[in-house]
Antibody, heavy 126, light 107 residues
C-alpha cells in the first residue's frame, strides 16, 4: 500500500520560501497514471488544494496561489516537492501531500485523491 | 471556483444511528465528487468517489448518492471507529475544492 510522508521545516520566517518534500513509499512514483498533489489546511479552516504535478513534470496550480507556487517531482528519489514563496502568517497551515489517480470514464479523463499523507504543520513567524 | 457547502457542520450521534451528511456544490459537478474521512493527526482516507463508488476496503455501511448539485454521504449504522470529520470534494474543474467538513461526535 502506498504511503506518503511530508517533511520540511516547521517554522518559516515571513517573506521567505516554504519548502516541503513528500516521500512516496510502497510503490514507484513513476508507475501508473498518477498526479502528485499538495493540499493545506489552516487551523480552524477548510482544506485548500494547492496544486499537483505529473511525473512528466506537467503541473496544475490553484490560481489563488499560482504566482508563488512551484511543485516539482524527482523520480530518482521517489519524491515530489512544494515551494511557496513570499510567505506570510496566512500561509501557516498543516500541509498534506497526496496522490491523485487518473482514470478514463466515458466522459473523459478524471482524477480523484486516493491516498493522503498525515500532514505536517508549517508555522510562518519571525 | 466551485463552492462546496456541507451540512451540518457538527453532528452528534450514537453508535448504531443512521447518519447523513449533505454536500451542495455551487454549480453542477455531474458525479465528480469524493468523500473523505479524517481523524485528528492521521491521513485523510478516501471513502467514496464518483459520488457513489465505494473505495476498496471501505465498509459497506458507508454509501454515497446524488448528482449535479446535491450529494449525500450516509453511514447506515454508526460504529465507534466512525467518529471523525468528513469532507466532500469536487474534481470536475480546477481548482479542486472541498466542503468545510462535518464533525461526527459522540452523543
Amino acid at each position: 500500500q502506498v504511503q506518503l510522508q511530508a517533511s520540511g521545516p516547521g517554522l518559516v520566517k515571513p517573506s521567505q520560501t516554504l519548502s516541503l518534500t513528500c516521500t512516496v513509499s510502497g510503490g514507484s512514483i513513476n508507475s501508473g497514471s498518477y498526479f502528485w498533489s499538495w493540499i493545506r489546511q489552516p487551523a480552524g479552516k477548510g482544506l485548500e488544494w494547492i496544486g499537483r504535478v505529473y511525473t512528466s513534470g506537467n503541473t496544475n496550480y490553484n490560481p489563488s496561489l499560482k504566482s508563488r507556487v512551484t511543485i516539482s517531482v524527482d523520480t530518482s528519489k521517489n519524491q515530489f516537492s512544494l515551494k511557496l514563496s513570499s510567505v506570510t502568517a496566512a500561509d501557516t497551515a498543516v500541509y498534506y501531500c497526496a496522490r491523485e489517480v487518473d482514470y478514463f470514464d466515458s466522459s473523459g479523463y478524471f482524477q480523484h485523491i486516493d491516498y493522503w499523507g498525515q500532514g505536517t504543520l508549517v508555522t510562518v513567524s519571525s | 471556483d466551485i463552492q462546496m457547502t456541507q451540512s451540518p457542520s457538527t453532528l452528534s450521534a450514537s453508535v448504531g444511528d443512521r447518519v447523513t451528511v449533505t454536500c451542495r456544490p455551487s454549480e453542477s459537478i455531474n458525479s465528480w465528487l469524493a468523500w473523505y474521512q479524517h481523524k485528528q493527526g492521521k491521513a485523510p482516507k478516501l471513502l467514496i468517489y464518483k459520488a457513489s463508488t465505494l473505495e476498496s476496503g471501505v465498509p459497506s455501511r458507508f454509501s454515497g448518492s446524488g448528482s449535479g448539485t446535491e450529494f449525500t454521504l450516509t453511514i447506515s449504522s454508526l460504529q465507534p471507529d466512525d467518529f471523525a470529520t468528513y469532507y466532500c470534494q469536487q474534481y470536475i474543474s480546477f481548482p479542486w475544492t472541498f466542503g468545510q467538513g462535518t464533525k461526527v461526535e459522540i452523543k
